[in-house]
Every structure is written in structure tokens, then in C-alpha cells.
């Protein structure tokens, strides 16, 4: 034993004890192992599904705006005429203790910041499908920050788990079945010496019975 093991009933009681609560943090810890890996792979499939989308529309709106550039000329003024997004809150929820953002964006209608005369449907298209990607973005921005949270945190759990199943629970396993042992071996040793002394009493009234009998 690595370290100093009291042979006791009462450090046996503790011991066992040590080792049913390492059983259960570990039943815990895998648990919360697999209801965070749920989790994760159903909002893997959701940031796949979603960078697709995004993708296509980024396509999209830099096609329109490349045309709308070729036929309004260099369009800079148009963009920088466009407000910075100030409608987006953060909140977070709870999924086996990790926390979560919940990304939402403030819901306005869409209104044109430039006139009609000197632009064109494609620089209206742009305008339209760059909202749709911000939009996008946000929710994007949401699952993948989720999924690296979750990602750390099953490392955490894992390791955690790891170290309670291969380390916690074997050791206190072996300490149960030092003390069980040791506290038999102690048994059989009082046994034997009680078996002794009754046999050397029974032999010692015998002698003085026959000592006792007339001769």
C-alpha cells in the first residue's frame, strides 16, 4: 500500500464508503458525458446545415454586388451609408451545468439606406441577400460557440470520469480488499489462539482431575 492503510473495522466502513461515492460520481459523470455529447452532435449537424446556407447566400450577394459594382461603378459611399447592427442580445442556458448563449437579433423591417435613382436591382439583391447572412450569422455564431463550450466540457467530464474509474475507484478497491483481508487474517489468528488456550485449559482441568482422584 502506498499509503499508511489502518487494518480497522471503522477505516474499512470508511473506506467502502469513499468507494461507493466514487462509483456513483462516476455514474454521474458519464451521464452528463452523454446527455452533453447528445448535444453537441445534434448542433454539429445544425452548424453543417447552416454553413451550407450561409455559404450559398454569401455567393449570392457578392454576385449581385460584383454586378451592381460593374454597372454603378465602385459602390463605397452605398456601404458605408449602412448602420451598424446595434439589436443583438446575449442570454445563456443551462445544459448539465455548461452554459450556453442563446443569440438573438432585434427584429426590424428592412428599409433601403440609398436612393433610387443612381442604383439598380442588383445592388438591392446585394443589400438583401448581405441582411440574410447577417441574420444567418448570428444564429451560426450561436451553435458554434455552443459547440466549443461543449466540447471543453466533455474533455473536463471525460477526464474526470477517467481519473475515477482508473485511478479513484481501483485504489479504494484495493484498500477494501487489504483491510477485508488483513481483518480475516486477524480473525483466524484469534481463533487459533483461543483454540489454543481452551485446549490447554481442558488439559489443565483434566491434570487436575486426575491429580483429584484417590490413588
Do not use: W
Request: net charge positive.
Amino acid at each position: 500500500m502506498a499509503e499508511q492503510i489502518f487494518p480497522t473495522k471503522g477505516h474499512l466502513l470508511k473506506v467502502k464508503k469513499s468507494l461507493q461515492l466514487s462509483q456513483l460520481g462516476y455514474e454521474l459523470l458519464d451521464r452528463k458525458r452523454n446527455i452533453l455529447i447528445r448535444e453537441l452532435m445534434a448542433l454539429i449537424d445544425t452548424a453543417k446545415s447552416l454553413r451550407g446556407s450561409i455559404e450559398d447566400t454569401y455567393k449570392e450577394a457578392y454576385a449581385a454586388l460584383q454586378y451592381a459594382n460593374i454597372t454603378l461603378g465602385v459602390i463605397q459611399s452605398v456601404a458605408n451609408s449602412v448602420p451598424i447592427e446595434t439589436g443583438i442580445k446575449v442570454s445563456y442556458r443551462s445544459v448539465m451545468g455548461v452554459e450556453l448563449p442563446k443569440i438573438t437579433m432585434e427584429k426590424r423591417d428592412l428599409k433601403l439606406i440609398y436612393g433610387f435613382e443612381r442604383t439598380n436591382y442588383a445592388l438591392d439583391y446585394a443589400y438583401i441577400c448581405f441582411d440574410k447572412v447577417k441574420q444567418m450569422t448570428v444564429v451560426l455564431a450561436e451553435v458554434e460557440n455552443s459547440i466549443y463550450r461543449l466540447a471543453v466540457a466533455i474533455k473536463k467530464t471525460q477526464s474526470r470520469a477517467n481519473a475515477l474509474k482508473n485511478i479513484m475507484i481501483p485504489k479504494f478497491q484495493a484498500y477494501v480488499k487489504y483491510i477485508s483481508d488483513s481483518l480475516e487474517e486477524k480473525e483466524r489468528e484469534e481463533f487459533s489462539r483461543l483454540k489454543v488456550i481452551k485446549s490447554q485449559k481442558n488439559r489443565k482441568l483434566a491434570l487436575q482431575k486426575k491429580a483429584a482422584l484417590p490413588s
